[in-house]
Nanobody
Framework: QVQLVESGGGAVQTGGSLRLSCTAS????????LGWFREAPGKEREFVAV???????YYADSAKGRFTNSRDNTKNTVTLQMIALKPEDTAVYYC??????????????????WGQGTQVTVSS
């Protein structure tokens, strides 16, 4: 089993920045994918960003140019740096991990492990 613990959520104004971190523990050997989804009230959980074991990162269109996802395989951590935040970024952000790389990396059902979520609120 793998446990994921997020930190770093909070409240900022439009245009502000936040950094989310997630630490994986347990059987973390070579996690294929490590990244983030988010869920806003009344909406489905949606893909935000993910980084493969190789270091390649993939982003939702809404995150491109504003969010940077990076992972440290030696520390089993992943960090999502978010800038130029908008009110529509308000959501609970979930760290997600998959044991293998999957081409459907933007599909929540492809992930094996989830964190408990951290709230991000962006006010206008």
């Amino acid at each position: 089993q793998v446990q994921l613990v997020e930190s770093g959520g909070g409240a900022v104004q439009t245009g502000g920045s936040l950094r989310l971190s997630c630490t994986a523990s347990g059987r973390t050997l070579s996690l294929g994918l490590l990244g983030w989804f988010r869920e806003a009230p009344g909406k489905e959980r949606e893909f935000v960003a993910v980084t493969a074991w190789s270091g390649s990162s993939y982003y939702a269109d809404s995150a491109k140019g504003r969010f940077t996802n990076s992972r440290d395989n030696t520390k089993n951590t992943v960090t999502l740096q978010m800038i130029a935040l908008k009110p529509e970024d308000t959501a609970v952000y979930y760290c997600a991990a998959s044991r293998r790389f999957k081409s459907d990396y933007d599909v929540a059902g492809e992930y094996d492990y989830w964190g408990q979520g951290t709230q991000v609120t962006v006010s206008s």
